[in-house]
């Protein structure tokens, strides 16, 4: 199929679009495995938030309080009977992925402070559209459902509609565009009507006046 008959005439494959890597595997069940054992952990992570009660505050500071209880008593009875301690590695954070993060981070604050100026100063009217359409929906499917659910249903979705897409990628592309055409003519005839109709009646209301 040319790359005129392909969704935003594309020329690359839905795989190398999503990078081409081990994420790109994942999310097109390249890795099966792997792709399961996400949705299964996630699954099960999301039941136990939903029917125990636990958020995700409480239950990583009861996990964390039970790791360390077990490091601690395994070191100090490893010390009392001669035995090795915990085989922990060496937690250290380099100064060189300390400035790699610092650069990552003031880069994309920089980008995002930019962009709020633009928006706040009104030079750019279609971002600041896109910007209130995206809040818009933000704020509308947080009113329907949790934080919670809402990230293991987007999870969810991101595991299953590319594959998807994937395997039936030429039906897609060819139904989605002949639907775009057919929309886009719909416009055009409704508008040239449309501005029709008003020029006719901007005619008429100026030979009145």
Not at 20 to 43: M, P, Q
Request: overall charge positive.
């Amino acid at each position: 199929m040319a790359s005129s008959d392909r969704l935003f005439n594309r020329q690359r494959t839905i795989h190398d679009v999503l990078g081409g890597g081990l994420v790109a595997d994942v999310i097109l069940w390249r890795r099966k495995n792997l792709t399961v054992g996400i949705l299964l952990v996630t699954l099960a992570v999301w039941l136990v938030f939903e029917r125990s009660g636990y958020t995700l505050l409480s239950l990583v500071s009861s996990v964390l309080l039970l790791l360390f209880a077990i490091l601690f008593l395994w070191a100090k009875s490893a010390a009392i009977l001669n035995r090795p301690a915990p085989p922990l590695p060496e937690l250290h954070l380099s100064e060189e992925m300390a400035n790699e993060v610092t650069v990552f981070v003031r880069t994309h604050v920089n980008d995002l402070l930019s962009a709020s100026q633009d928006i706040a100063l009104g030079r750019n009217s279609k971002l600041f559209f896109k910007v209130a359409l995206c809040l818009w929906l933000i704020s509308f499917v947080g009113g329907l459902t949790d934080f919670l659910t809402l990230g293991y249903t987007s999870l969810v979705i991101v595991l299953t509609l590319p594959a998807i897409y994937e395997r039936y990628e030429d039906h897609v592309d060819k139904y989605t565009i002949m639907g775009y055409r057919k929309l886009k003519q719909l416009y055009v005839k409704f508008n040239e009507q449309f501005f029709n109709r008003a020029h006719k009646w901007i005619l008429e209301t100026k030979k009145l006046s």
